[in-house]
């Protein structure tokens, strides 16, 4: 079984800080990783993807890969209420299939 | 251009009972994948299909299947309901050849059994 663990949170941290979200995976033959966002009632939407080792950025966003660690992380910068949500990592073996992480909550306080 | 379209939104089913959930996918896109959702699991694969074939499954019981159509509608049963069968049903869309990986979900079928 492929394994993907996340800290359920919830993470809570004031307005503009930056967030930090954690993932590991259990397979090294995972091929790609992935972060969506699920805002509450709402589907997951892609946030991010690396495939991969160092740090890819994309705005206010940070997406880092350790693949001898096992670990891909997500950083938020200058956290904004809007940022409120579960975010979920994926991670992506053969053709389409994923593994999700349960997801960590994150609450951003204003 | 539209969405993945689920239908329907919510239903409610009695334990024994089955059911069948649909998946329209974004015009274009031939994989469609599944998902179930809760709160104690998290999002768990069910199985993925490509221009009418299953290409992968996940580690659920036989009484979850699905099938494709020739025009990449998506079609999830899940026959003798149990009372852990109560979640979201995802369905997720993908462009042939995205680089990106990135899935395209739908809005979700929430699932009660009683």
């Known amino acids: 079984q492929k394994e993907v663990e996340q800290n359920s949170g919830p993470l809570s941290v004031p307005e503009g800080a930056i967030a930090s979200l954690n993932c590991t995976y259990s397979d090294r033959g995972s091929q790609s990783f992935f972060w969506y966002r699920q805002y509450s009632g709402k589907s997951p939407e892609l946030i991010m993807f690396i495939y991969s080792n160092g740090d890819k950025e994309d705005g206010r966003f940070t997406a880092q890969l350790n693949k001898a660690s096992q670990y891909v992380s997500l950083l938020i910068r200058d956290s904004q209420p809007s940022d409120s949500a579960t975010y979920l990592c994926?991670?992506?073996?053969?053709?389409?299939?994923?593994?999700f992480g349960s997801g960590t909550k994150l609450n951003v306080k204003p | 251009k539209a969405g993945v379209t689920q239908t329907p939104r919510y239903l409610i089913k009695t334990r024994g009972q089955q059911v069948t959930l649909s998946c329209s996918p974004i015009?274009?896109?031939?994989?469609v994948s599944w998902y179930q959702q809760t709160p104690g699991q998290g999002l768990q694969f069910l199985f993925e299909?490509?221009?009418?074939?299953?290409?992968n499954k996940g580690n659920f019981p036989g009484r979850f299947s699905g099938r494709q159509f020739s025009n990449s509608r998506s079609e999830m049963n899940v026959s003798t309901l149990e009372l852990g069968d109560s979640a979201l049903y995802l369905c997720?869309?993908?462009?042939?050849?995205?680089?990106?990986?990135?899935?395209?979900f739908g809005e979700g079928s929430r699932l009660t059994v009683l």
């Open positions: 994926a991670v992506r073996y053969n053709f389409n299939k994923f593994y």
């Open positions: 997720a869309s993908r462009p042939d050849r995205a680089n990106t990986g990135e899935l395209f």
């Open positions: 299909y490509f221009s009418e074939t299953q290409r």
């Open positions: 015009s274009g896109h031939r994989s």
